[in-house]
């Protein structure tokens, strides 16, 4: 136990050096969560997702080890017409154990209507708004969240505004294997992700990847289950959902994404079931930015832009979000390193507020194809009014008030030329082995 206790020890100094690569302004500092006690059986870190057409899946965490994995939900608060059992799970983590990790599938629910739902048999009710069928839909969309006074002023931010789903491009908690972060990350987020479903992919902060210790993703993948079985995957770090008429792929920038990969072999088969008709908009997230004119981790999505750029350009994405970098930054449309009528627009948002603090250098001149860029904290909501329209808003956290920084209309490109001509290219892509 010694030995293993000093390995640990020696490797998270080898990981906080290798990441201190360059220096950032100072940060707010990390929230403090006092510890109280609580009945063993309370669930905790209430979270949602989506879980395939109509269905949303309920997360939760509990300390005893017999508590059931129940919800039950109706329409009207304290009467529970439907309930459904899921299952659980528990992990280690060098010398942390986990408490015990409920999932359970709710539906089929009815398009844009609240439930009332508890967990586990006890503890206090929660509701949820489900999205609507068609649009209007409003994104809210912050990266790089973390657990500090810049992540509380964020959330609240998000919390003033009226949106349905929100979408996370990578880096949850930065728990940086002290395993204890999830958690309070879990109840920080609660208030929000207990409401409207969150869809998250992974960062590198997830990763947690401890040689001959720990295999990478463990905490991320037992917590936050998204809806890859439903969308033909075979991993959680890579999957699709669709919701009003908006078809989202999220990608994972931490697992292999060459042309003989499983992901990409997924993203082919995600592509092909794309119908416009039904879903005129197309997004895609990951973390690593591949369009990115800050200092910070410069080139570093490089290799899989050079992979994976071709594909979402010849299915016509509409607008990439990625994170990772500190800072906001919008592109024009862009393809190949130039702005194109055709390519998407790639929005990086890794902004949410976390305790590395911003990434303020930028290259000089501007790259012709970076539209707007600001080192601040903020979030940012994509309003899709119809299937041709959208606006985006980017809100800075000034002074604590969102501030309306950055904002522009944005038309899909279900029905341009662009689909039209790239429809055959693309169809060839989709069919080489
Ligand atoms: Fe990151």
């Known amino acids: ?76 608060p304290n009467n529970y017409s439907f309930s459904s059992e899921g299952e659980s799970t528990r992990y280690s983590y060098l010398l942390y154990s986990s408490g015990k990790i409920h999932h359970a599938v709710i539906g089929p629910l009815e398009d844009d209507t609240t439930y009332f739902y508890r967990c586990g048999g006890e503890g206090p009710e929660f509701q949820l708004k489900t999205p609507p069928s068609q649009f209007p839909i409003t ?62 992919t992974q960062g590198n902060h997830e990763k947690e990847h401890i040689p001959f210790l720990e295999d990478s993703f463990v905490s991320y993948n037992s917590r936050w289950k998204m809806p890859y079985e439903e969308s033909a995957s075979s991993s959680n770090l890579y999957y699709s959902f669709e919701v009003a008429g908006v078809h989202v792929i999220m990608l ?51 290799n899989m832009k050079t992979a994976m750029e071709p594909l979402l350009y010849a299915a016509g994405v509409d607008i990439v979000f990625a994170g990772h970098v500190h800072a906001y930054e919008r592109s024009s449309r862009v393809y190949n390193g130039k702005s194109d009528p055709c390519g998407a627009v790639h929005i990086t948002i890794g902004d949410g507020g976390n305790r590395e603090g911003l990434a303020r250098k930028y290259k000089e001149p501007k790259p012709e194809w970076s539209v707007f860029r600001e080192a601040s904290f903020g979030h940012g909501e994509l309003k899709i009014v119809n299937s041709t329209h959208a606006f985006w808003s980017w809100h800075r956290n000034d002074d604590d008030e969102p501030v309306r920084s950055d904002q522009f209309w944005i038309t899909s490109l279900f029905g341009s030329s662009c689909c039209a001509e790239n429809g055959p290219e693309l169809r060839k892509m989709l069919l080489e082995p």
Not at 53 to 72: A, C, G, L, Q
Not at 158 to 178: E, F, N, R, T, W
Not at 180 to 185: G, V
Request: charge should be negative.
């Open 1 to 76: 136990m010694e030995l293993k206790l000093i390995l640990v020890l020696l490797l998270l100094l080898l990981a906080v050096g290798a990441t201190a690569d360059y220096v950032r302004p100072p940060p707010r500092k990390t929230l403090s969560f006092p510890w109280s006690k609580k009945p063993s059986s309370l669930p905790q870190q209430v979270h949602i997702s989506l879980a395939g057409d109509k269905h949303m899946r309920i997360m939760w965490v509990t300390n005893d080890k017999n508590s059931p994995s129940i919800v039950e939900y109706g329409k009207s």
């Open 139 to 200: 994104f809210a969309v912050a990266g790089d969240l973390g657990q500090t006074g810049w992540t509380k002023s964020t959330l609240d931010h998000i919390d003033q505004c009226k949106y349905d789903v929100h979408m996370l491009p990578g880096d949850l908690s930065y728990a940086d294997y002290i395993q204890r972060r999830w958690d309070t990350f879990g109840e920080l987020v609660q208030p929000l992700a207990s409401a409207r479903p969150w869809m998250v």
């Open 252 to 302: 994972g920038s931490y697992t292999d994404y060459d042309e003989y990969s499983d992901q990409y072999a997924w993203l082919k088969a995600d592509l092909s079931k794309v119908d416009r008709k039904r879903t005129p908009w197309l997004i895609v997230l990951f973390h690593v930015p591949w369009y990115n004119s800050n200092e910070a981790h410069q080139g570093e999505g490089d």
